[in-house]
Structures are given as C-alpha cells and as structure tokens.
C-alpha cells in the first residue's frame, strides 16, 4: 500500500478517517498481582523515517513510517483520544495482533476480533490477556526471544507497533453524522466536565515530583530537554565505502498485569470498510540509536514508580458499563513477561493507596510515507 495520508501533528499520528494515536510513557508496573491503569508521564517524540535519508537503516527505510527512541524495558500505552469519528484500528505488535494474539492481517475479522473500535476504546496499554485486564507493553531488543512476536511465532523479523485503521462504510458514516449533529444540538447548552484523564489536556503543566520539578516529558507537545551537557551528534549518512547499517531494533515485550477491558465491537462487521484507509510501521529504536539518526537526544528515562507513588500523585480505574468486554485470546495468555527473559526486577514498588486511584467514566506536516511490511 502506498501513498498513504497518515500525518504526524506534533507526536500524535493521525490516521485518515479521524484516527489519532500518541505513544505515552508511563511506568512500569511489577510482572505480579493486577494493578490499576498508570498514570502518562508525556509523550514519545516521533519523527518520519523519511526525513533522515541514509542515517536511516535500510531495513527501516524499506518498511517506511514513523519512529521513537525507548529504553530497555521501557512501558508505553497508546491514547486514542482526539479520534473525530468511528473507526476500527488494528493493532500489531511485531506483527501479531495484540487484540486476538493472531498473525497480522489486511483484513478485519471476529471469531476473534483482531481489532478496536474507536472512539470507544479510549487507549490502549498492553496484550489482550485475560478478563477484563491487559498485561503492559514493555520495550525489549529483538534477538532474545522475549517479545510477543517471538514467543507466539518462534521468530523475531519485525519487532515495532504496526497500525491500521478502517473507516465506516459511507452510508454507516452518513448516519452516524447525522445523529452526532442531533445529540450535540440537543445537549449544546449543557456543560459536562469528565473526571479526569491520565493525560492532561494539551498546555497543562505535567504533573509535579517530589521535589517540585516536572516529570520529564511533559504531554501536550512540550519539549523534553537534552541530556546534561549533551550536544545533539549530528546524523548522516555512512561512509564511503562503509557497510550498510542494520537497524538497533527493538519490540515489545509484555510486563504486569493492569485492569483494562479490549471492548467488543457492537456493530456488525458489514457496517465497516473492507480496505484499510490507511496504515503505518511504528519503529522502536534506542535512544543511542535515536541520537545518530536524528541528532537529538532521547528524553531522559521516566521518573521511578516509588517516587510517583509516595508524591501522592494519581493512578486510575476505567469502566464503561455499557460495553462489553472481549475474551482474552489464548495465544497472548501464555506469553511470558519480560522480568522472565532479562531477570528479575529490583526497582522498588510501593502500591498506590485507594484514593489514589481516581475512577474515570461511569493535521499538518507532511504524509508519512509508507514500505513494504
């Protein structure tokens, strides 16, 4: 597929059909016991593989799409708030649908569903695994086995996020339009306020540490700073002479257990397009990585969960009563977490305490070019 209209706008992906995805860091919750959502501790900067000619991989360059520095065992949820209007997204991990734990696919499907509707779902932290939870997306290096795409394909080829959206069908999208109309004229005097989301609204100040300064990587477009006394090394291209670069891929892995449903679609699958309207290979590279290519440094790794916690500051519960939660696929239950492949994990935990944990609910720039993937 080529000539893709997907558009980076700050570092929120848009998708056509109205789709918007951020990549949000967050913290990363011990591989034991069910935990609430995590708080976003600002977003990934993304750039267009496109922009960087030869400092790029080939192997990159050939696939296309977008890319975002991460650590080792980094954790990430992907926010789909801002999406305009309805539309199924696929979501890949290394080419395994992190919805039904099957292999990536141009089509949708259900029996099991391979995808997420959105608005509906408002994010998304980690593999479909069980009843009403989500084990968390967690940065590993390809090679080692420990990613989703190698425990439940036995190979590691293509590590990254991959994402694919589907629009309603016209006529479907002509009568949801309609009815969105007749609701926002029918509640147009009325005021509602939310309960709060894990990420401030764009231009709010982040959340604030212990000792009074910002988490890194403040949401909403802010800047992150570069490391202390670091000068951007400039990218370019290799050599004369010199031998192709492979890229330092990474993929995910999965960590702990969090309370998230993947909500089952309440339409029928007739209701939505065949062919996809567009798609994008999100590459995860690291931050060493991140700086010979782009010339800036990676932002500086998340704040520890201990910290957050002790602050006092929030963690959070969703629940959407009127939806409907998917089964969890039995290929991605068995997948174990990364703590399994590296070692254990040391950094301290301190469990949030109940009222911490707040209940929420009941494009410019140039189109990112696609590859072949």
């Not at 000539?3 to 998708?15: K, S």
């Not at 593999?127 to 290096?141: C, H, K």
């Not at 090394?233 to 969090?258: D, F, I, K, Q």
Request: hydrophobic share 35%; aromatic share 8%.
């Amino acid at each position: 597929m080529t000539g893709t209209r997907v558009r980076i706008d700050g570092n929120t992906l848009r998708l056509p059909g109205g789709v918007a995805v951020r990549f949000v860091r967050t913290l990363r919750l011990p591989e034991t016991g069910t935990h609430p959502l995590p708080p976003g501790l600002g977003e990934f900067p993304v750039r267009r593989v496109a922009d960087y000619g030869d400092a790029v991989p080939e192997q990159m360059r050939a696939r296309g799409g977008v890319m975002l520095p991460v650590y080792l065992r980094e954790a990430m949820w992907l926010s789909f708030a801002g999406t305009s209007e309805p539309a199924a997204l696929q979501v890949g991990v290394g080419k395994v649908c992190a919805v039904s734990g099957r292999p990536w696919t141009g089509r949708m499907a259900r029996g099991p569903q391979n995808y997420v509707v959105l608005p509906r779902q408002p994010w998304l932290d980690g593999i479909n695994s069980g009843r009403g939870t989500v084990r968390q997306f967690v940065a590993v290096p390809l090679g080692l086995g420990a990613t989703v795409e190698g425990q439940v394909t036995g190979e590691e080829v293509w590590g990254g996020v991959q994402l694919q959206a589907f629009p309603l069908r016209p006529g479907e999208l002509a009568r949801w339009r309609e009815q969105e109309q007749q609701r926002q004229r029918t509640t147009r005097s009325v005021k509602t306020m939310g309960a709060g989301f894990p990420l401030p609204p764009p231009g709010a100040p982040a959340p604030a540490a212990p000792g009074g300064a910002p988490f890194a990587g403040a949401p909403g477009g802010a800047p992150f700073a570069a490391a202390p006394g670091g000068a951007p090394a400039a990218g370019g291209p290799p050599a004369p002479g010199a031998r192709p670069r492979t890229a330092a891929a990474m993929g995910l892995g999965v960590g702990g257990s969090m309370r998230q449903e993947v909500y089952e679609d309440d339409r029928p699958l007739g209701d939505w397009a065949e062919e996809p309207a567009g798609r994008v290979f999100v590459h995860l590279v690291t931050p060493p990585e991140w700086r010979r290519i782009t010339g800036e440094a990676a932002p500086p790794s998340p704040v520890d969960r201990a910290a957050y916690t002790r602050a006092g500051l929030p963690w959070y519960d969703y629940y959407d009563e009127g939806a409907e939660d998917l089964a969890p696929a039995d290929t991605l239950t068995q997948v174990q977490p990364v703590g399994d492949w590296l070692g254990d994990d040391h950094d301290p935990w301190q469990a949030p305490s109940p009222d911490q944990v707040h209940p929420l609910k009941d494009a410019p720039g140039k189109p990112v070019e696609d590859g072949n993937w």
